[in-house]
Structures are given as structure tokens and as C-alpha cells.
């Protein structure tokens, strides 16, 4: 099995040939995300009855073992990923230990180009990891979805119709990308993980709580406009205050000690994202008020179930974080195999909530089935 792998660590200054010169100049701003361009998983589902049984049937090949590529293939399948690892979540990392896992275990010839950025990178960096990527011509780009900027680059892609585009951490189609979609959706349903941390967090006792939000665009739309709108339905429920801290722990912190300084009342925060909860935990620390204010993680990841263990998180949402490269993994098999009719339109992934009293036994048999893959060294 022959395997290319290249990283590559960009600066944020690089120099601009003219068709990377066209890709900032897509970059300007446009507008601003709309939500009602999103169709919801259970919206999407009504929808489109058909894709039911095919998600079912998906989900269960990820889950169950692997099965070997049957299909001789004539040359490496070239696979180019970019993703904004930068950061304390450990779930970039995790799929791409995953994805490359399955495949070894498929037997795929593969080729890998990796390139990881940070959330608060100028928006050059990516343009150039995306004229990099399509430079060298792959047949399958992974990207996602988190700014004004992705949506402008996937339709650049999107209008090329190659390479075939493979949406990470995006369960929610576009209504504009419909004529056009990408290959997969895959990922874990936010605005669904959001509903089973609200579940448990807004109960009928009253909730004086402030929003720290992650960057402006889809996943503070779908994590924390979610649990605002679930929030308003319970009348012992107040939002004193928003916040949006680019996902940077530093940030949530500030906005965390500035809430408790105008709100002393403050009881409840909800975090959209790992960074935002341990950043949120540092100020609660600093004023020794973690028992005194509840706040989540979301994503389960290790660094969410190590501030669970020590009893500074409250709760999260806990995502089968492996089944994501799994997913991406499977779907590039079945193509692959010419069973692209067997591929559903959104991989979401099973979610389960966790709080700092689940029992060990119980979590340790899901941090085991979370991380099937990624654990291995």
C-alpha cells in the first residue's frame, strides 16, 4: 500500500499567483450567513422519505467491521483534507486518525494532503491550502463549513464539479447547494446534540445563564441560536447575555468573568463548542463559583471528559467521535465499488449526553466505542 502524506504549516502572508488572487477576491464579504438556507436533519428527512432506510443501512456499515475493497483500483485514490485543527477540541485530529485507519483496514490505495489551519487565520491561509489541494488534482477534497469564507470557496468548488466534495462536521444541507450537492454530508446533527444538552439543562427551575457563542456563522447558528430558541419556551428561563469569542479560550473566559461581574445572579452558562467550555471553567475557577454555575461542553472529546472527571463540567454531549472518518472512509469504498447509490446524502452520527455523575463503567464502554480507531497510537 503506497501512502503520501504531506503537511503542510502555511504562513499567513503567502504569495498570490493570479488564480489564488481570484479565490481572495471570492473571499470579500458577501453578506452574511442565512439560516433559512439550512434544511435541518428531521426537515431534510420529511422531505426526502427515501434517504431514511439508506442513512439506516450507512450507519450500519460504519459501525459494523470492515470489509475489503473488492474493486482493483488502477491508481491511488488521491484525498486532500482542510481542516481547522488548530484548536483545544480534538476532533479534527481524531478523524483523520479514524478516516486513515478504516481505509488501511479496507485495503484502499490512497494519497493524503493535509492541511491544518487555525479558526483565526487570515483568510488567505485558506485559499492558499485550497489552490494547493486543487493544484494537485485530487479526486476527493474534505472541507467544512464554518465561515462566510468556506461557503464562498465550497461554491467555487461546487460550480468546478470536481474534485467530489466531502462536507466534515455539516449535517444540515444547503437549500442554494441543492441542483449541486456535495458528495457527503458527515458529521454530528449540531442543532440534535444541542437538543439533548437542552434536555437536561433546562429544567423547570429557574435559569438566569449567558451564551458564549463560537465564531459568527454556522455552528453558533445551529449550537447556540438552537438552545436560545429552546431557552424562550421556558418561562423561569433568562438570557442576561451573549458572546462570541471565536472560539478562543482566552475570550470565553474574559466574557465569563465580565458576565459574573454584571450579573452576579448568573447560574448557567451554555459553551458552543470544547474551547468556549474551558475557557468559561478557567473563569469559574478564578471566582470559585464552579459549583454555583452549571456549563456544558459539547463533543466529548478528551479534554471535555478530563475537566468531567474533575468535576468542572457539568455535562456534554458525547459524539461516537471515530464513526465521523468511518463514515468518509465507507463512502469513498462504495464509489469505489461503482455503489454510489448506496452512499445517503448525510452521514449524522449517534450522540449520547454525559454528565460528571455517569457512571465509570458506562463511560469508559463509550470513550472505548467513541474512539474504536483514534486511540490507537
Known amino acids: 500500500m503506497r501512502l503520501a502524506r504531506n503537511y503542510h504549516l502555511l504562513s499567513p502572508r503567502p504569495k498570490l499567483g493570479c488564480c489564488l488572487a481570484f479565490i481572495i477576491f471570492l473571499l470579500m464579504p458577501a453578506g452574511a450567513f442565512s439560516e433559512e438556507n439550512f434544511t435541518p436533519l428531521d426537515e431534510y428527512l420529511q422531505q426526502h422519505p427515501e434517504q431514511i432506510s439508506l442513512m439506516a443501512d450507512f450507519a450500519s456499515v460504519v459501525s459494523g467491521p470492515a470489509v475489503a475493497l473488492n474493486q482493483p483500483q488502477n491508481s491511488p485514490v488521491r484525498i486532500a483534507i482542510i481542516y481547522p485543527a488548530f484548536q483545544n477540541s480534538d476532533y479534527w485530529h481524531l478523524s483523520i486518525k479514524a478516516f486513515e485507519a478504516r481505509l488501511k483496514e479496507l485495503q484502499i490505495t490512497y494519497e493524503l494532503m493535509t492541511h491544518l489551519s487555525a479558526l483565526d487565520d487570515d483568510p488567505s491561509v485558506l485559499a492558499t491550502q485550497l489552490q494547493r489541494s486543487l493544484d494537485w488534482k485530487p479526486d476527493y477534497l474534505i472541507f467544512t463549513l464554518g465561515a462566510l469564507i468556506h461557503r464562498q470557496l465550497i461554491e467555487t468548488i461546487l460550480a468546478q464539479k470536481k474534485p467530489k466534495l466531502i462536507l466534515q462536521n455539516v449535517t444540515t444541507p444547503l437549500q442554494d447547494w441543492s441542483a449541486h450537492p456535495p458528495f457527503l454530508y458527515v458529521g454530528f446533527d449540531h442543532q440534535a446534540g444541542t437538543r439533548l444538552l437542552a434536555g437536561k439543562m433546562l429544567s423547570d427551575s429557574p435559569s438566569q445563564y449567558a451564551m458564549l457563542y463560537h465564531s459568527h456563522g454556522y455552528i453558533s ?125 448525510i452521514f449524522s452520527g449517534e450522540m449520547v449526553l454525559i454528565t460528571k455523575d455517569t457512571p465509570a463503567v458506562e463511560l469508559n464502554a463509550l470513550t472505548d466505542k467513541a474512539f474504536r480507531y483514534s486511540a490507537a497510537e
Open 221 to 345: 447558528q445551529l449550537r447556540g441560536d438552537t438552545f436560545i430558541r429552546l431557552g424562550n419556551d421556558k418561562p423561569n428561563t433568562r438570557l442576561l447575555g451573549s458572546y462570541y469569542t471565536d472560539n478562543d479560550p482566552d475570550r470565553a473566559r474574559d466574557a465569563t468573568l465580565q458576565e459574573l461581574d454584571r450579573h452576579p445572579q448568573l447560574n448557567m452558562l451554555f459553551a458552543c463548542s470544547t474551547d468556549t467550555a474551558l475557557g468559561a471553567i478557567e473563569a469559574l475557577r478564578l471566582r470559585d463559583k464552579l459549583d454555583q454555575v452549571t456549563v456544558n461542553g459539547w463533543g466529548g472529546g478528551r479534554p471535555e471528559l478530563e475537566a468531567l472527571g474533575r468535576g468542572e463540567l457539568d455535562l456534554t454531549v458525547m459524539r461516537m467521535n471515530d464513526d465521523n472518518g468511518v463514515a468518509m472512509a465507507e463512502a469513498i469504498k462504495a464509489e469505489l465499488e461503482q455503489r454510489s447509490d448506496q452512499v445517503p446524502q
